[in-house]
């Protein structure tokens, strides 16, 4: 998207230099005008986005009072603590079920709405994108409630089925499936809605040619609608990536963690070790270990918008 | 080759159309089957909220049925709307969003305007770090900016933790990169036609901007203010982490935090707090799907 906006202002330049004249003047001012206008949001990355990011670095290598230079000594001291590695199996057990099924039910879910008649698709897509309009601290105490051990409304509807009292919370199994349903619930809206209007924009003729070669629904969305769609399922999948791998307000909320630790994931362990212990620099080593997971989603996400840019 | 083609689709095609309209028949059939059981999934969640709220604790205890009311009340709502407690979460939450909304528009509408419209030295880098800080999620900044408002507190004498204007700082770090985003794509799509003919016109390049580029790029403007409240309205970390005091709390961690507490449950109260912690959103949501949609589609949000 970069890349076109520039080719879009280089080529207004030189026509406008062409012009000349006063036109010459205000071309003169436009970098010191360009300069003022961008000022703030530069001081913004760089005081409170870029130098925390670098300051984490430092925090880091300090020792719990933040006196003494360790240099690796947090790493090394999480690297033989069984707890850390729990949460690092833990987060990405987390992070790709969560999005492996998010992506797979929007998907599902967008070919539904978008099969149905239009006039009807507006009041379904309304009533499916509820989930992500909610604020997340809020619905999860909804699902906290639904999953209360003694008056959980899901284990007396399962009763009638003759399912017993299930201990949504109370087992690390259970309570590992319940924080990846309830970001399935939150999360999967916005990839039926991204999802939806990728879909929109492939081109009937498209599905009519593939219909005249007798091509079944499944070839259908295997040769037409999943290669039209490759870059917006890339992106959307590595942002909800970033996104689920950084979650904090479900599983905070809904088990803080427990039972034992074992659905605490690298934002939870970084706010129980940083905040809550006040271990600052052991906890800014915990965050720490997101980045690279992220940086490779970022590049890729990078690479396919620009594509995507390109395209447009 | 082709005739042979045509004679042999031609006896076919009767029977053909007649299976692909059954076949369609069918597949709507299932597409609103399979909806009806999502949006009950979707929907499950908030409705028991809205059920519970309107629940006495004497009948969530007892063991009746829970998905239904059989003594509504709206003695919980009464009960929050007349706390002084929520009202102050309520204000807290309504100042730093209304604030950060502000700011941010403050902040990405001329940035944006600049980076779509003005090549300057380093507009493109610029323009993906924006969208790279964009990526950069609350988790990873909320240890290192405790300590760096720690220490400016320190410094200055100002006090900044523990207070809810800290907020104002640190919302436009998750507002700003996505505004100035999805801003630089609305502009971008203006015709150049438009601001050259402002040019010669004799405008300059502030009147550029606030003749032209913002009533043309109102929807994406509305967008993305509506990103920003939402963003901003729904922030749970930094306000856990920066505010420990109750009169400082926003919504979501007044709740949380007050309303839970010890092993007796409001269960009622803390439903109509979600709830109503929950309208907001839901209402301008209702209102405004188009541009809340479109936003969404237009930065590809984060999911």
Known sequence: MAEVVVQHSR??????????????????????????????????????????????????????????????????????RETFWMVVKQSCI????????????????????????????????????VPWVIPPAMSTLAWLWLFDPSYSAFNYTLSFFGIGPIPWLGDAAWARFSVILVNVWYGAPFF??????????VPDQLYEAAAIDGANWWQRIWYVTLPMMRNIIAITTLFSLIVTFANFDIVRILTSGGPLDQTQIFATYAFRVGIESSDIPLGASVSLFMVPILAVAAIFILRDVSKRGNEA | MSTVAIDKAG?????????????????????????????????????YMLITSLKTSAEISAATNPWWVFHPTL???????????????????????????????????????????????????????????????DSLLFIPLFKVFATVQEWTGIPLLNRWYVLLF??????????????????????????????IDGASWLQTLTRIFIPVALPGLIAATIFAFTVSWAQFLYPLVFTTSVDQFVLPVGITTTLIK?????????????????????????????????????????G
């Open chain 1, 11 to 80: 080529a207004a330049r030189t026509t406008r230099a062409r012009k000349g004249g006063s036109l010459h003047n205000a071309l003169r001012r436009k970098s010191t005008v360009a300069f003022f206008l961008t000022l703030p949001l530069i001081l913004l990355i760089a005081l409170l986005v870029l130098y925390p990011a670098l300051y984490s670095v430092h925090l880091s290598t300090l020792n719990k009072s933040m006196q003494k230079f360790v240099g690796f000594g947090n790493f090394t001291f999480l690297f033989k």
């Open chain 1, 94 to 129: 987390f992070a790709i079920t969560a999005v492996i099924f998010k992506a797979l039910i929007g998907f599902i879910v967008a070919h539904f709405v978008h099969n149905i008649p239009a006039k009807g698709q507006r009041k379904w897509r309304g009533m499916l994108l």
């Open chain 1, 192 to 201: 039926m809605i991204m999802y939806l209007a990728a879909l929109k924009s």
């Open chain 2, 11 to 47: 006896p076919r095609r009767n029977v053909k159309y007649g299976s692909m309209s059954r076949d369609r028949a069918w597949a709507l059939r299932w597409s609103y089957f399979f909806l009806v059981l999502f949006a009950i999934f979707s929907l499950t969640p908030p409705l």
């Open chain 2, 75 to 137: 003695a919980n709502y009464v009960e929050l709307l007349t706390s002084n407690q929520f009202l102050r979460f309520f204000w807290n939450s309504a100042m730093v969003s209304i604030v950060v909304v502000i700011v941010t528009m403050v902040i990405s509408i001329p940035a944006a305007f600049a980076l779509a419209r003005m090549k300057f030295w380093g507009s493109a880098t610029l323009a993906t770090g924006v969208f790279l800080t964009y990526l950069v999620p």
């Open chain 2, 170 to 199: 640190i919302y436009p770090t998750l507002t700003v990169p996505f505004c100035t985003w999805i801003m630089i794509g609305y502009f971008a799509s203006i015709p150049k036609e438009l601001d050259e003919a402002a040019i």
């Open chain 2, 262 to 302: 010890g092993d007796v449950f409001n269960w009622g109260q803390i439903m109509s707090g979600a709830l109503l912690g929950a309208a907001p959103p839901l209402i301008i949501y209702a209102f405004l799907m188009d541009y809340y949609i479109a936003g969404l589609t237009a930065g590809a949000t984060k």
